[in-house]
């Protein structure tokens, strides 16, 4: 609770200022209510016994005013309390999807894409709410307990004595069960987290469950699942009841102590009627006040949870100090050398082992193989994307761990096997690699990629929006419009991963030239299985495994009848 707490307050800090207004109006509002029951002993002893008219409208003058000044001070704190609530989740939103950007591949890819959405949809509402509930009922409970607490030792000390045993006992409940509440609430988390990636999976995966009829196997994985979403829940559930009821019980048993307490105390005159009266009205306020305050105890263990899940991903610490990291220089043609590197997926064998080649500035080269041979992999790692676990990778002879990532990948331009498109217009998603760029610009890069037509031919043109993970466009239309996005950064470096395989041999052959044409002014790395459209590279490298087998040009390789010239006949083959 204290570390919830904590946390709060350092979210709390940018907007400290409207923070401590806030606690102002909110005490005001408070005290108002916790000396409200004083009333009664003053009516009761000063007006209704000794039949005082005086007394009697001067304490309702000063009781309706105390309450028109309470109300004023509530309505103000809950709109600053609807300030800084709102300000709080802003920043943590900001914070977390930042945060979310700042992660490299590695990181990213430790957890299912419903797990980070999870962190929005369910970590930060739990948080929200903790706040709120900590900020209303917390802190209200905290002033009314510490003023009522000081009233009644003014009124009757020993009675007073009882009352603070009585919440202790009342604390006790929620105090022994907060760890095993915490491994539930995060076993529970966990497993809707699982859930939110199984739907999401569900929902990227319609076409193909609908195309094989998996539905009912989706139900039967699904359904699955949800035994163990059950469980957790249910343990949960028992577990958030029992810090709720735990504390009712104790102040049961406090009330009828006091009742007994109370009234023998005043049976043997040791209080007043008036006193005793005011007495139990401020303790029944202080008992729901103590009482809600244990009743925040689930919401700040759901919180708790929350929170960890978060800070986990706020506090990874940064991808690399960019300052003193060397903003690379690069050539218009950058080369590339590999030196006996060494890389494997965490968890698994390494993958690659011990490759090393040099990519001569300007050159255009190709890596070809079986698949799973490692070539995508290889890409990552020219890009910086995946740090290699042995050997090194240089830019025009500087290590490229040495430099720094953000300004080396601006040089670069890449189409990956997913063409991935945004939910943004075709003129956005071509133009997000280089912002600055012109309509010109853009219908420049369409036209290299064979599919400035097509565009232009549609309604809306290059504002025509791309539907989420392009659904309204073809896979080929998707690869072009990736093609242009990567052409229009006219990258001194670029790299393409099959990237024609989704086109038609006619779009193909213009990409292909345009390929070509783009070689000898930039360094161009191609990973293909297309054989055929590699003919004309400088140099081939041919993997297997995640060995470099063999490399040089396309007759060279045919001359030596390796790898090379095995698939390319099977391909002719099967032609
Ligand atoms: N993110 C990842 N996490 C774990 N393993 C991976 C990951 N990506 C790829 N692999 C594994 O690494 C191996 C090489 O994959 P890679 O995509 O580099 O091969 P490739 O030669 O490009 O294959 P293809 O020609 O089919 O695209 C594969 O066996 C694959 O299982």
Known sequence: MLFVIRQMLVFLRPCRGVAVVFLFVFAIENIVISLAPLSFQFMIDYAIIPQDRGAFSLILIILSTAGLVGVCAGLASDRLLAHISAVVQRNLRARLFTGMQRLDLERYGANRTGEHVARFTVDLPAIESAMAMLMTIGLQSLIVVAFSTAVLFTLQWSMALVILAGACLIYMGPFLLGKRATTAFTAYRNDVDRMAGDVQENARGQLVIQGFSLQNEAIRRFTLGLQQLFRSHYR??????????????????????????????????????????????????????????????????????????????????????????????????????????????????????????????????????????????????????RQPNGGRITIDGEDLSSLNAEAYRKCIG????????????????????K????????????????????????????????????????GGQKQRIAIARALVRQPSLLLLDEVTSALDPISEAAVNATIQKLSGSRTVVIVTHRLEAITGVDQIFVMNEGRLMESGRHSELMNKGGLYKFMREQQTAVK
Do not use: W
């Open 414 to 433: 890449a189409v990956f096997q997913d063409s991935f498109l945004f939910r943004a217009s075709v003129l956005d998603n071509i133009r997000i690699a």
């Open 435 to 474: 912002p600055e760029a012109t309509l010109q610009d853009v219908m420049e890069a369409a036209e290299q990629a064979d599919i400035h037509e097509f565009i232009a031919s549609l309604p809306n043109g290059y504002d025509t929006l791309v539907s989420e993970d392009g659904g309204n466009l073809s």
């Open 236 to 385: 949960k559930n028992v577990m958030g009841a029992s810090l709720d009821r735990l504390p009712m019980i104790s102040l049961l048993l406090v009330n009828f102590t006091m009742i007994g307490f109370g009234s023998y105390l005043a049976l043997t005159e040791r209080i007043t009627l008036g006193a005793m009266v005011a007495f139990f009205t401020i303790y029944t306020s202080m008992g729901n006040a103590v009482y809600n305050l244990t009743a925040v105890a689930p919401s700040f263990t759901g919180a708790k949870v929350s929170l960890d899940r978060i800070l986990e991903l706020l506090n990874q610490p940064p991808a690399k100090e960019s300052e003193q990291i060397k903003i690379p220089q690069l050539s218009h043609c950058p080369e590339i050398a590999a030196d006996k590197l060494i890389f494997g997926y965490p968890g698994q064998e390494p993958l690659l082992q011990g490759v090393s080649f040099t990519i001569e500035a300007g050159s255009s080269v190709a890596f070809v193989g079986p698949s799973g041979s490692g070539k995508s992999t290889l890409l990552h790692l020219i890009m910086g994307l």
